[in-house]
């Protein structure tokens, strides 16, 4: 494959599951690849590890990747397939609509850190997988579909989309932030009963997604407060 077999998303939207002012109605959605986070120097930074290389169970490894977030002087091209393969252009995305997710300025940063940043923007599926093609191509010289990468991440982006609204009803009926991740995570690491698999990863599988999402919602409803 070529360096024209990059892909080109359909439109700006298409980028994202929210952009702007709208992130903070999913200020409990975990920190997931392709979040841009403004860091408290005026400088912000998009995360590049896969969700699963971000936590140790309920908890975030105390450093994540991040490639630093540069505004452009020029507008970004209509086709991704002639920009810089070091570049993916966040189109719209809050102050500017000229940023760009650089990957040769990594560093990282403390988790505790992150968790406290705003969020100027969230990834779509479609972004997550744009992202990482080129991440991937710029690192490696290889290119890989984004139907691939969307089959290693949906399973993830399901899950922080679910313990996201399993996380809020938890804390509406009084529990800590801490002891509703804890417990979720807990109920997500354990193996469904006829099932060879976890039933995190089983949100992977488009067959068992909904039974997955319904049972969590059951399982919230009836937590007690002390479990």
Same mark, same amino acid.
């Given at each position: 494959m070529a360096v024209a077999d990059l892909e080109t998303p359909t439109s %700006?939207?298409?980028? *994202?599951?929210?952009?702007?002012?709208?992130?903070?109605?999913? %200020?409990?959605?975990?920190?997931?690849?392709?979040d841009v986070l403004s860091l408290p120097s005026g400088d912000s930074v998009v995360?590049?590890?896969?969700?699963?290389?971000?936590r140790k169970g309920?908890? *975030?490894?105390?450093?994540? !990747?991040?490639?630093?977030?540069?505004?452009?002087?020029?507008k970004p091209r209509s086709d991704w397939r002639k920009a810089p393969v070091a570049q993916m252009h966040l189109l719209s995305c809050p102050p500017s609509k000229n940023s760009v997710a650089s990957f040769e300025d990594l560093d990282t940063i403390s988790s505790n850190l992150a968790q406290t940043c705003h969020r100027? %923007?969230?990834?779509?599926?479609?972004?997550? %997988?744009?992202?990482?093609?080129?991440?991937? *191509? *710029?690192?490696?010289?290889?290119i890989v579909p984004t139907i691939t990468l969307a089959e290693v991440f949906v399973g993830p982006f399901e899950e922080a989309d679910l313990t996201a609204e399993a996380t809020e009803t938890l804390i509406q009926r009084g529990w800590e932030l801490d002891a509703a991740s804890r417990?979720?995570?807990q109920?997500?690491?354990e193996t469904e009963p006829d099932a060879a698999s976890t039933r995190r990863n089983l949100l992977a599988d488009p067959r068992a997604r909904s039974t997955i999402r319904r049972q969590l919602r059951a399982?919230?409803?009836?937590?007690? !407060?002390?479990?």
């Open positions: %700006a939207d298409s980028l *994202y599951t929210a952009v702007g002012d709208d992130t903070a109605e999913l %200020a409990l959605r975990s920190l997931f690849t392709g995360l590049l590890q896969h969700p699963c290389s971000m309920a908890e *975030y490894r105390p450093k994540l !990747l991040v490639g630093g977030v540069e505004l452009l002087a020029d100027r %923007a969230i990834l779509s599926m479609d972004g997550v %997988a744009l992202l990482m093609q080129r991440w991937i *191509y *710029y690192s490696t010289r290889l417990t979720i995570d109920w997500l690491s399982h919230v409803r009836v937590c007690d !407060l002390h479990d």
